[in-house]
């Protein structure tokens, strides 16, 4: 038996990881993080969600805490995503939060408060293997969950369960129903959790000084204009407001000049990205090696291979965003990721 | 298990409970009809005004109840402010010290266009009067003051509050939150010149849900409830006749009680006190001890974070609280401790522990153990 603190989120994943802790015969504890203080109606950090893990909790008969992270979600999440959109760059505030909240603040916490264990409802499984634990894709291919979690290391796998990994939404969801969980039937949260209604455009327009800017064709053809770069992403196709008998798609953001170039989906397409912060659990992958990148939450992975900070795709793939993540497998397993420059 | 968070709901005292039960057991009468079930229920309500008027000295017809302390301080403050406004008076003084429920009605009143005021805490955790009479003019309508703050126990100047006012502002109003007060002051004396005061059954051995609003000036207050004409118009709905009634005979055995409570009470919270001094270095205590009551200890733990602590004395049993937490459950830095110019460090390591009447000698020793024990330990691993 071993000492488990569960980050209950008050969906029904990390509800039903709870119960499978219990059935596991563990000591059991949920904690509810509050990570968004302000403006709120979506997400899974609302009041609504912590009150549904307190139910859940209260049901399966476990004591539950709620940890106040606001001020250092704020900081080392919502300030950085920002900042992000401002130079025109595309972060991915989940795998911010995954680093520096639940896998930073929540893991410290529970060590310092003597729990064995960390668990979440993650989809995603963790693999013992000759080199150590490795992260594995989540046996539900729909929802694997494994790209946001590319960042845990061996000493943080080593403390992480993550029990609804081998199974499917639907027996999860099975499983809350058998347990009657308040949260059995609840929708899945898809955003991201501190854009409240009116979306990130709206969330940023609030907050990034905005400066107006040309949308120019690769040939350097003036197209039309924008009020900030803040509301393009690479590779987006709707919501340009530019009238064109062909498809175009962002293709380049320039955030010196404010300058946001349309081509077709052929300029998109790259032979090799760049990345920084590059991490591996385990020995970096030697540059023969033949891995499998994926570049979104659930994207399809791509051949390549990792010569030092650069991502050789065997095709040409269409260019990742600057701050957005790549992960690298081999078959199911994570074997590290790093961040597009 | 040993509960130190007295000052968040105390047990019911077991008059309170015997009051109560015939009224959830057998008396089934509305006390607002007219027939002999309804005269028992009616007469067990206005029994309950009386014993409440006596231990809060003004007069029955002057006691509203309410669903609660959030209640009774919302009908003060909006209701007066609202009742007021035609009359050319549009100013409200606080201070930022307040519980969430006048901040909120105050907050509510700003966005309706009011002047709203909040003055700050000197670091003793007294309302900075100074800053609060600047504040002040002809055309303030409502000043609220609460008579003990619930996170640090400090009990508030408002002998010194009523000169200024009264000084200053002909036409205000004085409303005072004192849920925190039954227990350790005698209202009768405490809250003698203040026009409206909040209590709450919880605080003093009733059950949740049940509170108490003086209108000691018989002012005239826009209902937030409107109905029936209940509680003299004031409160519309059925009355809670078993939890006024229980509310009644907490307050009554709490009056009578008091003298005798405090000392024991004061006792016990020194000893808890000194122990921990004692056993850990680098604490500090909060606000101006001499003039906290009796039941409150909040105090300031470097190198620990309130939340862990309170996560490990809840394992350990020992229930404890730190700033004022939400429904939620999650744990704000304490508004009250950053009006006091406390930094944001402190505030976040400070934990308040609060005895009350149902506190027992053996726990005081049994807390200072265990507090003493995962301090420690989280110190260890922190360091």
Avoid at chain 2, 208 to 228: A, C, F, M, Q, W
Avoid at chain 2, 368 to 380: K, P, Q, S
Wanted: proline fraction near 3%.
């Amino acid at each position: 038996m071993a000492k488990v603190l569960v980050a209950m989120s008050g969906g029904v994943d990390s509800s039903v990881a709870a119960s499978l802790m219990i059935e596991a015969g563990h000591d059991v504890t949920g904690v509810t993080l509050k990570l968004w203080g302000g403006e709120q109606d979506s997400g899974c950090c609302s009041v609504s969600d912590v009150e549904d893990a307190r139910r859940v909790a209260a049901q399966l008969n476990i004591p539950h805490y709620v940890f106040n992270f606001t001020e250092s979600f704020d900081a080392s999440v919502v300030d950085p995503y920002i900042a992000a959109y401002a130079r025109g760059t595309t972060p991915n505030p989940c795998v911010e939060c995954n680093r520096t909240m639940k896998w930073g603040r929540l893991l410290e916490r529970s060590e310092q408060l003597g729990f064995d264990y960390l668990v979440t409802g993650h989809h995603a499984r963790i693999a013992e293997t000759r080199d150590g634990p490795r992260l594995r894709r989540g046996d539900d291919a729909a929802k694997d969950q494994s790209y946001v979690l590319y960042m845990l290391n061996e000493a943080q796998l080593a403390r992480t369960l993550l029990p609804v990994g081998h199974m499917t939404k639907g027996e999860v969801r099975a499983h809350a129903v058998r347990l009657r969980l308040r949260t059995a039937s609840k929708s899945e949260s898809m955003d991201v959790c501190f854009i409240t209604k009116g979306g990130r455009e709206t969330f940023l327009g609030d907050r990034v000084p905005r400066a107006p800017g040309r949308i120019v064709a690769t040939d350097g053809e003036l197209l039309g204009s924008h009020d900030g770069i803040d509301r393009f992403t690479i590779g987006q196709r709707r919501g340009l407001r530019i009238s064109a008998s062909e498809r175009r798609y962002v293709v380049d953001i320039d955030a010196h000049d404010q300058t946001v170039t349309l081509g077709g989906r052929d300029d998109l397409l790259r032979a090799v990205t760049a990345l920084r912060d590059l991490e591996f659990p385990g020995e970096r992958p030697v540059a023969t090696q033949l891995l499998f990148g994926q570049t979104r939450a659930h994207g399809t992975p791509a051949p390549c291979f990792v010569e030092g900070d650069v991502v050789r795709w065997s095709r040409p793939q269409p260019r990742v965003a600057a701050g957005q993540v790549v992960v690298f497998f081999d078959d199911d397993i994570v074997v590290g990721g790093g961040i597009a420059s | 298990m040993i509960y130190l968070d007295h000052a968040a709901s105390t047990p019911m005292r077991p008059e309170a409970v015997a009051a109560m039960l015939p009224y959830l057991t057998e008396h089934a009468g509305n006390p607002s009809g007219s027939h002999a079930a309804s005269r028992i229920a009616k007469s067990a309500l206005e029994q309950a005004r009386e014993d409440v008027a006596a231990c809060l000295g003004c007069d029955a017809r002057e006691v509203i109840f309410t669903g609660g302390g959030s209640e009774a301080d919302n009908l003060a403050i909006k209701g007066a402010a609202w009742a007021r406004h035609d009359e050319g008076l549009d100013g409200v003084v606080t201070t930022q010290i307040e519980h969430k429920a006048v901040l909120g009605a105050t907050h509510r009143l700003a966005k309706e266009g009011f002047r709203v005021e909040h003055a700050r805490a000197t670091s003793d955790g007294i309302v900075d009067l100074d800053e609060l009479s600047s504040y002040l003019d002809e055309r303030t309508s409502l000043v609220s003051v609460m008579t003990v703050n619930n996170e640090t126990g400090i009990v508030q100047p408002l002998g010194e509050l009523y000169e200024l006012v009264r000084a200053q502002s002909p036409h205000a109003l004085i409303h005072t939150d004192a849920v925190q007060a039954p227990q350790w002051l005698d209202m009768t004396v405490a809250t003698a010149g203040c026009d409206l005061v909040s209590i709450s059954g919880h605080k003093f051995g009733g059950p949740k849900g049940v509170g108490v609003l003086v209108n000691r000036s018989r002012t005239d207050l826009v209902p937030l409830i409107e109905g029936g004409g209940h509680e003299l118009g004031f409160r519309a709905g059925t009355q809670n006749v078993a939890g006024i009634v229980a509310l009644g005979a907490a307050l009554m055995a709490t009056h009578e009680h008091r003298s005798e409570e405090t000392i024991r009470i004061a006792g016990m919270r020194d000893e808890l006190q000194s122990g921990l001094l004692r056993q850990l270095n680098n604490i500090a205590l909060n606000g101006d001890i001499e003039r906290r009551v009796a039941g409150f200890l909040h105090v300031a733990i470097a190198g620990v974070e309130s939340e862990t602590l309170l996560v490990a004395l809840d394992v350990l049993g020992v229930c404890a609280a730190s700033g004022s937490a939400c429904s939620s459950g999650a744990i704000d830095p304490s508004h009250v401790l950053l009006a006091m110019g406390m930094s944001r460090e402190r505030a976040l390591s400070s934990v308040r522990f609060s005895l009350g009447w149902a506190s027992t000698q053996p726990e005081m020793e049994q807390a200072m153990l265990g507090v003493a024990d995962a301090v420690t330990r989280l110190r260890a691993v922190a360091a």
